[in-house]
Structure formats: structure tokens, C-alpha cells
């Protein structure tokens, strides 16, 4: 093995171990994969014990697939519990806002702020075995100064309806009956669907799996450059 292409191959191993994904320049592909798993960390550092997908990481990313002209695509696959609300929202709108064809899979879940990360794209898919979760934004410990605590939350969680609903063919008035379901999860409210379920509420656009999804991607592409 050349001196190169064992230094080709610990730059890949370097990146699977801090990112969880393969560096695609290393491939000469024309895809950009985006791995979000586990939970998303955000202003604090999650427990060692935790997966987690840092957001720091990730925008950097977002930019590099956005500057370099070889990336045509870009491919979220989504495995989450949610995490850090803004750092998410911040995600969603980042991977929203970028002129490329995107896709993105729903695999094991994409609970919580990973509802948004899913619809961020031109069109998402589920698995038919994969879960996500809706519900109000909650907290924990001690809330101080409860009034403009309660005002907080309530713009967040709007900001967070809002992002959904234009990224998604979900109904206002059926997003906000999931949401504060209280027959779904025991002991708090919000509505957990199963694969089709996402799309026949219009959250997520087909059940599908990773084939389904780059076969939409590519087509994506292709109508791009026509």
C-alpha cells in the first residue's frame, strides 16, 4: 500500500470516528451524506455516555457541500431523540435554505426536533418500521420568572409549527391535535406515528428506504441540470 493511500485511509477513518460518515471528497462523489443521530447536542455538551450529533459539526459541513461544485446533492439520514430545540430549528433551517437538490430518510426515528430536521428537505422519506414523535417543546428543573418563561416557550414552539407547516403538506389544525394528544403517550401529551402514518398526515412525503431515496435524489439532480 502507497504512503498516499494510507494517508487517504486514516483520513477516513478520522472522519467516521468524529462524524460518523465517510468524507466524500475521498470518493469523488457527487453526494453529500448527513448523518444526524442519536441526540442533538447544542450550547451544552451532552452526557460522554450519549450518542450525539453535535450541531457545530454539522453546519460546517452544510457549507463545505454548499461551496463545492463536485456536491450535487445532498441526502439527510435521520436516526434520532430529538435534543437541543434551537440547535435543531438552526439545522433544519440551515439544510432548508441550501440550493441543492436535498433528500432526506427517516430510519429509526425522528422524534422531537427531528420532526422539522425531516421536512427540511425537498422531499423526505420514512421507513415503514421507523417512529416520530410529536409534541409540545417541555423542559426540566427549577423555571424562574414562570410568565416570560411560558412566553418563551410559546414563540419557540410556534417558530417550530411554522417551520413545520411550510415544509410540509401537514394541516395546521391536525398538527396541533398530534401535538397535545393526550391518549398516545402515557403520562404526557403528543402523538407517535409508525411509517405510512407520517405520510397519510402529510408530515412526510413516502415510505421508502435508502434505494427509494437516492433514486429521488439523482432525479432531483438530473431535473436540476435540464
Do not use: C, W
Not at 405520510?199 to 435540464?226: P, T
Amino acid at each position: 500500500m502507497s504512503k498516499d493511500t494510507g494517508q487517504e485511509n486514516k483520513g477516513i477513518i478520522d472522519n467516521v470516528n468524529e462524524f460518523g460518515i465517510p468524507n466524500t471528497s475521498t470518493f469523488q462523489n457527487n453526494i453529500q451524506f448527513i448523518s444526524i443521530i442519536g441526540e442533538i447536542e447544542g450550547h451544552n455538551i451532552s452526557s460522554s455516555e450519549k450518542k450525539t450529533t453535535k450541531y457545530e459539526h454539522i453546519i460546517p459541513m452544510l457549507i463545505a457541500a454548499t461551496q463545492d461544485s463536485k456536491i450535487e446533492g445532498i441526502f439527510v439520514i435521520l436516526n434520532t431523540i430529538g435534543g437541543d430545540v434551537e440547535a435543531g430549528l438552526a439545522l433544519a433551517e440551515m439544510i432548508n435554505s441550501i440550493n441543492k437538490p436535498k433528500v432526506s430518510l427517516v430510519l429509526g426515528g425522528g422524534h422531537s426536533i427531528g420532526v422539522p430536521l425531516a421536512t427540511a428537505t425537498d422531499y423526505s422519506f420514512i421507513v415503514p418500521s421507523a417512529a416520530m414523535t410529536i409534541h409540545p417543546i417541555r423542559t426540566t428543573g427549577l423555571v424562574i420568572g414562570v410568565p416570560q418563561t411560558f412566553r418563551y416557550f410559546e414563540k419557540m414552539q410556534k417558530r417550530i409549527v411554522n417551520f413545520i407547516l411550510r415544509t410540509s403538506n401537514i394541516n395546521k389544525d391536525v398538527l396541533r391535535d398530534l401535538m397535545y394528544s393526550t391518549d398516545e403517550i402515557a403520562n404526557d401529551v403528543g402523538t407517535i406515528l409508525i411509517g405510512k402514518e407520517a405520510v397519510e398526515v402529510g408530515l412526510i412525503n413516502e415510505v421508502g428506504g435508502f434505494n427509494e431515496a437516492l433514486d429521488k435524489l439523482y432525479a432531483f439532480i438530473r431535473e436540476k441540470k435540464s
